[in-house]
C-alpha cells in the first residue's frame, strides 16, 4: 500500500528550467555593473567630471533594477518547495518582472521629463567628455546584454511528462496527474533584467548619435529630442512587460486561450462533455489545468488524464468526473 500511495504524490516544484543559470547571469551583471558605477563615480570625483559622476549614480538605478530580478530567482528557488505555496514558487520571476516593469517606466519619465526641461532651458555640452561616458555605457551595457541574453528558443519544447501519473478517486472523482514537461517557457523575470539594459543601451546609441551630430553641426537640441525619442520607446516596452506580467499573476489564460481549445478538443466526445475547465500558468514552462467532465461512460479520472499526456507543458493537471444517468 505505501508504494501505491507513494506513485500518488507529485512535486511542486514549477521553476523555469534554467532557473539558475539565469540566477547567476543577472548576479554577475549586478557585479559587473556596481563595479563600473564605483569607477565611474571615482572618476569623476578625482577628475572633477560631472558627466562621470551622474552616469555613475545612474547605473546605480539599474543596479538596483537587477537587484529585483536576483532577489526574486533566490527566493523563489529557496521556497520552491515551501508547502505554503501551494503551487510552488514559479510565477514570483513574473512579480520580479511586473515590478521592474514599473522602475523600467519610470525611468522612461524621468528621461523624457529631464530631455523636455533641456529642450526648454539648453545647458552647454561637452562634447567629448559626454560622448566618452556615452561610449563606456554602451560597451558596458552591450556586455551585460550578451550575458543576459537567452539562449533557449522559448517555442520549442522538450516532449515527455516527466513525473508522478498517479490519479486518485474519491466523492466527486478528482485526480491530479503530474505532467511534467521541459519545454522552455518565457522566464519574465530574466525579460526585465534585458529590458534594463538594453533601455540603457538604447539612451546611449541615441545620444551618441545625437552628441556626435551636434559636435559636428551644432545642433544642440537634437539631444534632448533623442532622449524623449528614448524615452517613449522605454515607456513602450515597459507596458509589453507589465501587459505580459500582470496576465501571469492574474491566471489568464496561456496562449491566449488555445491551450483551453487543445484541451477540450481532446477531451470531449459524444459520451463526454467539458463543463467547467481553468487554465493558468504556475511557472516559466509549467501550466496547471483543472478539468470538470460529465460522463455518460464509467471512465475513471485517469482515463482523462491520459488524454491529456499529449499536451506539453501541463505540469499539473486535476480532473473531476461526474457520471450521468
Known amino acids: 500500500m505505501a508504494s501505491s500511495i507513494d506513485g500518488l504524490t507529485h512535486s511542486h516544484v514549477f521553476l523555469g528550467e534554467d532557473h539558475e543559470r539565469n540566477e547567476k547571469k543577472v548576479w554577475l551583471v549586478i557585479a559587473l555593473t556596481t563595479a563600473m558605477m564605483v569607477a565611474e563615480i571615482v572618476a569623476g570625483t578625482i577628475f572633477g567630471s560631472m558627466a562621470l559622476t551622474a552616469d555613475g549614480w545612474h547605473m546605480s538605478t539599474h543596479a538596483g533594477a537587477m537587484l529585483i530580478a536576483a532577489l526574486a530567482y533566490m527566493y523563489a528557488r529557496r521556497n520552491a518547495a515551501n508547502p505554503r505555496y501551494t503551487f510552488g514558487t514559479g510565477k514570483l520571476g513574473d512579480l520580479g518582472g511586473f ?18 526641461a533641456r529642450l526648454a532651458n539648453p545647458v552647454a555640452i561637452d562634447f567629448d567628455q559626454a560622448i566618452f561616458v556615452a ?3 554602451l560597451a558596458v551595457n552591450l556586455l551585460s546584454a550578451w550575458l543576459l541574453r537567452d539562449d533557449h528558443d522559448h517555442h520549442h519544447g522538450h516532449g515527455g511528462h516527466h513525473g508522478h501519473h498517479g490519479s486518485h478517486a474519491h466523492h466527486g472523482d478528482h485526480a491530479h496527474g503530474g505532467h511534467h514537461d521541459h519545454a522552455s517557457g518565457s522566464d519574465n523575470n530574466l525579460r526585465a ?4 539594459v538594453l533601455a540603457d543601451a538604447l539612451t546611449s ?15 544642440n537640441a537634437l539631444d534632448p529630442i533623442m532622449g524623449i525619442v528614448g524615452g517613449v520607446v522605454i ?4 507596458w509589453t512587460l507589465l501587459r505580459d506580467t500582470a496576465r501571469v499573476l492574474l491566471d489568464a489564460q496561456p496562449d491566449g486561450g488555445d491551450l483551453s481549445a487543445r484541451i477540450r478538443k481532446l477531451m470531449e466526445t ?6 467547467d475547465l481553468h487554465v493558468w500558468q504556475v511557472g516559466p514552462g509549467h501550466n496547471a489545468a483543472i478539468v470538470s467532465v460529465a460522463t455518460t ?26 457520471p450521468l444517468g
Open 99 to 116: 515590478a521592474s516593469a514599473i522602475v523600467l517606466a519610470l525611468v522612461a519619465l524621468f528621461i523624457a521629463a529631464e530631455s523636455l
Open 135 to 137: 561610449a563606456i555605457g
Open 193 to 196: 533584467a534585458y529590458m534594463h
Open 205 to 219: 546609441v541615441l545620444a551618441i548619435a545625437a552628441l556626435i551630430l551636434g559636435r559636428l553641426y551644432g545642433w
Open 235 to 238: 515607456a513602450r516596452w515597459s
Open 270 to 275: 459524444p459520451d463526454d462533455t467539458v463543463m
Open 297 to 322: 461512460a464509467a471512465h475513471a479520472p485517469a482515463f482523462y488524464k491520459e488524454k491529456l499526456r499529449a499536451i506539453d507543458g501541463l505540469s499539473h493537471v486535476t480532473v473531476e468526473v461526474t
